[in-house]
């Protein structure tokens, strides 16, 4: 499966963004997806996930309350809405493929190229 991200961009604290994520080559309901998020330096770093279906999902401590992962399972897209932005959200954003369950962090094996969110304070 390939995986497009897109929608990043710069905004200010406080701010919304919503990226998406086009799935190409696979059976897109077969995958749980997943975002990501890496900045240079760090480790990359589980930001939320959610099942084949779209009916059970998993979100990092640091997100929670802010952000919402949705599938659509017919224009095979998966979305992550950010809401409150801060400048600790920056990083390079990326969604990932598992044929694993969503919370198993270790077993997205498909990933797109990212795309880059800066938020300025």
């Known amino acids: 499966v390939q995986l497009q991200a897109s929608g990043g961009g710069l905004v200010q604290a406080g701010d919304s963004l919503r990226l998406s994520c086009a799935a190409s080559g696979g059976t897109f309901s077969s995958y749980a997806m997943g975002w990501f998020r890496q900045v240079p330096g760090k480790e990359r770093e589980f930001v939320a996930g959610i099942s084949r279906t779209g009916g059970s999902t998993k979100y990092a401590d640091i997100v929670k309350g802010r952000f919402t992962i949705s599938r659509d399972n017919v224009q095979n897209t998966v979305s992550l809405t950010m809401n409150s932005l801060k400048p600790e959200d920056t990083a390079v954003y990326l969604c990932?493929?598992?044929?694993?369950?969503?919370?198993?962090?270790?077993?997205?094996?498909?990933w797109g190229q990212g795309t880059l969110v800066t938020v300025s304070s």
């Open positions: 990932a493929a598992s044929p694993n369950l969503y919370f198993q962090i270790d077993g997205y094996r498909y």
